[in-house]
């Protein structure tokens, strides 16, 4: 029996000596490449943490202890220790989540998958247990120096300053990168930070004297802390950082040494108020492909050759992302006015073209969404079109700025939504159902949704033409997959695909949905239904269009792969009433529940958005309103007169 199949749970890494643990870890190394290679995961970053997750979990006694991961993409490791050892469906229906996950286990405690959200959870566990009076539990925070490039790290750590006595460590995973190398300040510093701890006691001997004096003093202190701290580094040489922030920093220690890492945990352990242990790791520690890859070093990979890193699978078709990569290039060679912003994710949203073309026209701002937003519309004040492309599920980070800062002063910004609706096997935080129903309450917005490869260059073009409100361009995970050319282009932009033989069901498909509904209106035929297939392109504001070929259908069926819950299908409904058009509208889309992982395909037809699902209940609408449909269900006359039946039951 191997090392790793004795760890049924943490306390099992107890018993073991150095050497073993050293074991230990090379076999779980071994098995993240086997296994992750077969379905596909984040393989770099657990490479890389795994004597500092051993070393956690021989410090910290979980779940009595609460560790969090920032992200949770580094959780493999965590999740073998804690005795989640079948990976042979992970990210697969029905097998293990890629990210931390509370059905799974007590061990795990934030399932989202966001960025940057760990030291504000840290912090509210921790004033609780100090609350509650459970003050020997411990809150573990391990945080990628990616993710203090997010705002909200520091809005916690600003917080967990203030409250000195909790028990309460951050782990800085420092491999130098997100998904690609970290940029900014925020590196360089981590890059050379460097603490003693005597400026830390001589500045707690003379906060307890002012405390001595009570209330006057306290309030006496708060004003010359500034002063006290530049006289007191005289002394020291502490880094200005984490000493204005008034938090203990242990290190840096080399992430990768077992004994090392275990020894400054315990330190910080011991400490008793917040303490902040820098490791520095790298990523894809111990495989020599991942080291290699110099995008990313394997963040995340498909199914692989486990021994040359190669994919096993040859995607002929171009994906989403790298249509937009080529076009966006295309732009931007006419139009100096084009600067592209990434929110620590340049090759993951096919902005790296631009980047490498126009270097000076790309700006990462790291994991910053909130930011990126408002400085683009300071670009665009100043006279640029900026194009913020992201994940879908990330603008949900910055709608505030969205609707303030770019929707109220009529911004030209252009927002490029990759891995928009369901994407798959990352799970819920990062399916990105949501943006339709939140983007299109902004007041001027324009949001389009192609189909196919040619309405994603063309879109892009006409978004970027605007330069008085905001504009978005969202499309799915993956391959493009087939085009579909329109029968007609009406005076609006609006594409008819198809047409029945007559106007019984008005299909409004949004981007993708588009080869769903084709596929319906031919189901429909052979039940004897004529219908019309349109795609919007511009799904809001609703086309005039739309409203007028409603006026002539029976039945309006919106197909969409956003939240149901205020999506398209309620803003035609809503217009539709206000125009005066009473015919019945059928919205379909996604249920307002946080999907779980799986393939796009199971998410589908788990909820009902397959051809068949969508021409079953289409039929039984028909039905039981009575429309007329175009001729017999089948050659049959049994057939027609159990079809007469049903109509009058």
Known sequence: MSLLETIRGPRDLDRLTDDEMVDLAAEIRRFLVDEVSKTGGHLGPNLGVVELTLALHRVFHSPHDAIVFDTGHQSYVHKLVTGRQDFSRLRLRGGLAGYPQRSESEHDIVESS????????ADGISRAFQVTGQSDRHVVAVVGDGALTGGMT??????????????????????????????????????????????????RGSRAVFDRLGHPGRAFYRGVRGGLHGFLSRFTNNEALYSNLDIKY???????????????????????????????????RGYDPARADVADQFHAVGQIDPETGEPLETVNAPSWTSVFADEIVSIAEHDEKIV????????????????????????????????????AAGLAFGGLHPVVALYATFVNRAFDQVLMDVGLHRAGVTFVLDR???????????????????????????????????????????????????????????????????LARLDDGVDVLHRGERDDVLLVCVGPMASVGLDVAA????QGIGATVIDPRWVVPVASSVIELSRTHRLVVTIEDGVRVGGIGTRIRQDLRQAGVDTAVTEL?????????????????????????????????????????????????????????????
């Open 114 to 121: 966001h960025a940057s959200s760990s030291l504000s959870w």
């Open 154 to 203: 520091w809005e916690a750590l600003n917080n967990i300053s203030d409250d000195n006595d909790r028990r309460l460590i951050i782990v800085v995973n420092d491999n130098g990168r997100s998904y690609a190398p970290t940029i900014g300040g925020m590196a360089r510093f981590l890059n050379t930070v460097r603490t003693r701890s005597t400026y830390r006691d001589m500045h």
């Open 250 to 284: 242990v290190g840096p220690v080399d992430g990768h040494d077992q004994h090392a890492m275990e020894e400054a945990l315990r330190q910080a352990k011991n400490y008793g108020t917040p303490v902040i242990v820098h490791a520095i790791t790298e990523k894809g």
């Open 340 to 375: 592209g912003i990434t929110a620590a994710m340049l090759r993951p949203v096919g902005l790296h073209k631009l980047a490498e073309r126009f270097p000076k026209r790309v700006l990462d701002v790291g994991i910053a969404e909130q930011h990126a937003v408002t400085s």
């Open 420 to 486: 928009a609706g369901v994407t798959g096997p990352d799970g819920p935080s990062h399916h990105g159902m949501w943006d339709l129903a939140l983007l299109q309450i902004v007041p001027h917005i324009r949001l389009a949704a192609p189909r196919d490869a040619s309405r994603l260059r063309e879109e892009l073009r006409e978004a970027v033409a605007v330069s008085d409100a905001p504009t978005v361009v969202r499309f799915s995970k993956g391959s493009v997959g087939t085009e579909h050319e329109a």
């Open 523 to 526: 189901r429909l035929a052979d």
């Open 589 to 649: 889309g996604l249920p307002d529940e946080f999907l779980d992982h799986g393939s796009r395909a199971e998410i589908l037809e788990e909820v009902g958005l397959t051809p068949q699902a969508i021409a079953r209940d289409v039929v039984a609408q028909v039905l039981g309103s009575k429309i007329p449909v175009a001729r017999p269900l089948s050659d049959d006359p049994a057939s027609d007169r159990s079809l007469d039946a049903r109509r009058h039951d």
